[in-house]
RNA sequence: GGAGAGGUGACCGAGUAGGCCGAAGGUGCUCGCCUGCUAAGCGAGUGUACGGUGAAAGCUGUACCCAGGGUUCAAAUCCCUGCCUCUCCGCCA
């Protein structure tokens, strides 16, 4: 949610802002619906205040046996005058907010302008291309022949765009979760948390998933969880509704998580491999910053993400992306691209975002200055570090063999009991 | 699933024959004083949110004692529902 005096005292800041984006937002109604609210609570307020002073004369008349019938019935009178009033004032604070939680975040001033993917930014490059001499695989082929990933049972068991490893293939996956891990806990700092996968419509919102995107995500019956489509809900909830102190910032998690997407406007996209399933997991990078340094933070946190790459030694390249292809939340991010040759693409592999306030203001994740008495909002930040699938992906493709076989890259092996190649 | 107990401020913990309770006391924290350091001591201050006013500090109003309803002129205190925690039993990984 952005700041709602920057809407009332700035608003064609926040639409040219906003308008950077691509889409247009209609703000138009926010600052009357606004305007209707602050009336109303003023009105209520003042004769909530009369009543409250007239309750006090009353329990000090009954106190020295007076008699109060007169008052009392005033009282009533103004009772019903403020239930009215405060009926009115529901209504217009739930369309308020409705509105607001549907405006998107503003793009940080260093986001570059575009429409679409095609206006991003590349920023970085890392290693090189492979070179082979036969024609390189996709993972899809190679997991087949090897016997690793069974994608027919896995659409048997439950349907499309899931996947059943096998073998060595769940060792990678599960070697690659544990790599990560250790390689953020111990190198970079973070303190592993593994959260619940289901959560309530609250978190949700707090991060932004909710309402917007609600048919993106998986909803369970009979109680209202919904299953994560990324660690980043559970875990920047972690410190919802909480005060934080200065000192304790920043403070860094990393959580793996399994996480289930709808991919409901993706039909026949990417429909084959593991680029794109409705479960996958991740280990993913949160941070919770001081505003002063937020966008240093987000720095450091796509490092800590590229870091597994490099260690994999993996050629990818680093994006920033443009106004128009910035996520709903975020005011500015890198997407970190995987280079598969067995598909001669980049694929994203990482997304790194600092969310400014945004999140902070809907799940009210705030910390206090030293020696300051107000709050202040933190800003929260996340990437992934990596996607497990994803990463699979581009281990098989970029280590194969032309026998099929695929040697595990070297900061594996400890974590694959040493086995040099899978095949 | 059955039986019982409970949810108060950063934390602990008072407060139930309804009214002057945003809430005693303690701890913690902040500032000042004091002691050559450490420990201790003394004094003051210390909830959040949303409004109004102000350049700001501040002043001021309203709400909030798990959440949502209800009773009442008036509720942390009474009633109902839900959520959560704890104990015992059952069941289970």
């Given at each position: 949610?952005i700041?709602p005096?920057?809407i009332?005292e700035?608003?064609?800041?926040?639409?040219a802002a906003l308008?950077?984006?691509?889409a247009?937002?209609?703000?138009?109604?926010?600052?009357?619906?606004d305007?209707?609210?602050?009336?109303?609570?003023?009105?209520t307020?003042?004769?909530?205040?009369?009543?409250?002073?007239?309750?006090?004369?009353?329990?000090?008349?009954?106190?020295?046996?007076?008699?109060?019938?007169?008052?009392?019935?005033y009282?009533?009178?103004?009772?019903?005058?403020?239930?009215d009033?405060?009926?009115?004032l529901?209504?217009a604070?739930?369309?308020?907010?409705q509105?607001?939680?549907?405006?998107?975040?503003i793009?940080?001033?260093?986001?570059?302008?575009?429409?679409?993917?095609?206006?991003?930014?590349?920023?970085?490059m890392?290693?090189?291309k492979?070179?082979f001499?036969?024609?390189?695989?996709?993972?899809?082929?190679?997991?087949?022949n090897?016997?690793?990933?069974?994608?027919?049972?896995?659409?048997?068991?439950?349907g499309?765009?899931f996947t059943?490893?096998?073998?060595?293939?769940?060792?990678?996956?599960?070697?690659?979760i544990?790599?990560?891990?250790?390689?953020?806990?111990?190198?970079?700092?973070?303190?592993?948390v593994?959260p619940?996968?289901?959560?309530?419509?609250?978190?949700m919102?707090?991060?932004?998933q909710?309402?917007?995107?609600?048919?993106?995500?998986?909803?369970?019956?009979?109680?209202?969880?919904?299953l994560?489509?990324?660690a980043?809900?559970?875990?920047?909830n972690?410190?919802?509704?909480e005060?934080?102190?200065?000192?304790?910032?920043?403070?860094?998690?990393?959580?793996?998580?399994?996480?289930?997407?709808?991919?409901?406007?993706a039909?026949?996209?990417?429909?084959?491999?593991?680029?794109?399933?409705h479960?996958?997991?991740?280990?993913?990078?949160?941070?919770?910053?001081?505003?002063d340094?937020?966008?240093?933070?987000?720095?450091?946190?796509?490092?800590?993400?590229?870091?597994?790459l490099k260690?994999?030694?993996?050629?990818?390249?680093?994006?920033?992306?443009?106004?128009?292809?910035?996520g709903?939340?975020?005011?500015k991010?890198?997407?970190?691209?995987?280079?598969?040759?067995?598909?001669?693409?980049?694929?994203?592999?990482?997304?790194?975002?600092?969310?400014t306030?945004?999140?902070?203001?809907?799940?009210?994740?705030?910390?206090?200055?030293?020696?300051?008495?107000?709050?202040e909002l933190?800003h929260?930040?996340?990437?992934?570090?990596?996607a497990?699938?994803r990463?699979?992906?581009?281990?098989?493709?970029?280590?194969?063999?032309?026998d099929?076989?695929?040697?595990v890259?070297?900061?594996?092996?400890?974590?694959?009991?040493?086995?040099?190649?899978?095949k």
């Amino acid at each position: 949610m952005i700041d709602p005096k920057l809407i009332r005292e700035n608003i064609n800041v926040v639409n040219a802002a906003l308008a950077k984006r691509g889409a247009s937002f209609d703000t138009g109604g926010l600052v009357g619906l606004d305007e209707r609210r602050r009336g109303l609570i003023q009105e209520t307020e003042k004769l909530k205040n009369e009543k409250n002073s007239l309750s006090n004369e009353i329990a000090k008349l009954r106190k020295s046996g007076a008699d109060a019938s007169d008052k009392i019935e005033y009282q009533r009178s103004l009772g019903k005058k403020i239930e009215d009033l405060a009926q009115d004032l529901k209504t217009a604070e739930a369309e308020w907010e409705q509105q607001l939680l549907v405006v998107p975040n503003i793009p940080d001033g260093s986001v570059p302008e575009g429409t679409s993917d095609e206006d991003n930014r590349i920023v970085k490059m890392w290693g090189e291309k492979p070179s082979f001499d036969f024609e390189p695989k996709a993972h899809w082929d190679l997991g087949e022949n090897l016997d690793i990933l069974d994608f027919k049972r896995a659409a048997k068991i439950t349907g499309s765009r899931f996947t059943l490893y096998k073998s060595h293939g769940a060792l990678l996956e599960r070697a690659l979760i544990n790599f990560m891990l250790d390689l953020h806990v111990r190198e970079h700092g973070y303190t592993e948390v593994l959260p619940p996968f289901m959560v309530n419509r609250t978190s949700m919102t707090g991060t932004g998933q909710l309402p917007k995107f609600e048919e993106e995500l998986f909803h369970l019956e009979g109680v209202d969880y919904f299953l994560i489509p990324t660690a980043e809900v559970p875990v920047t909830n972690i410190h919802a509704d909480e005060i934080l102190k200065e000192d304790q910032l920043p403070i860094k998690y990393v959580a793996y998580t399994p996480c289930f997407r709808k991919e409901a406007g993706a039909h026949g996209k990417d429909t084959r491999g593991l680029t794109r399933q409705h479960q996958f997991n991740k280990v993913e990078l949160v941070k919770f910053a001081n505003p002063d340094n937020s966008f240093d933070e987000l720095e450091g946190l796509l490092l800590d993400a590229e870091d597994v790459l490099k260690k994999l030694n993996i050629h990818y390249r680093v994006s920033a992306l443009c106004t128009g292809d910035l996520g709903f939340s975020s005011a500015k991010t890198y997407d970190i691209e995987v280079w598969l040759p067995g598909q001669n693409i980049y694929r994203e592999i990482s997304s790194c975002s600092n969310f400014t306030d945004f999140q902070a203001r809907r799940a009210k994740v705030r910390y206090r200055r030293q020696g300051g008495n107000k709050t202040e909002l933190v800003h929260t930040l996340n990437g992934s570090g990596l996607a497990i699938g994803r990463t699979v992906m581009a281990v098989m493709e970029n280590y194969q063999k032309a026998d099929g076989t695929i040697t595990v890259p070297e900061a594996l092996r400890p974590y694959m009991h040493n086995m040099e190649t899978i095949k």
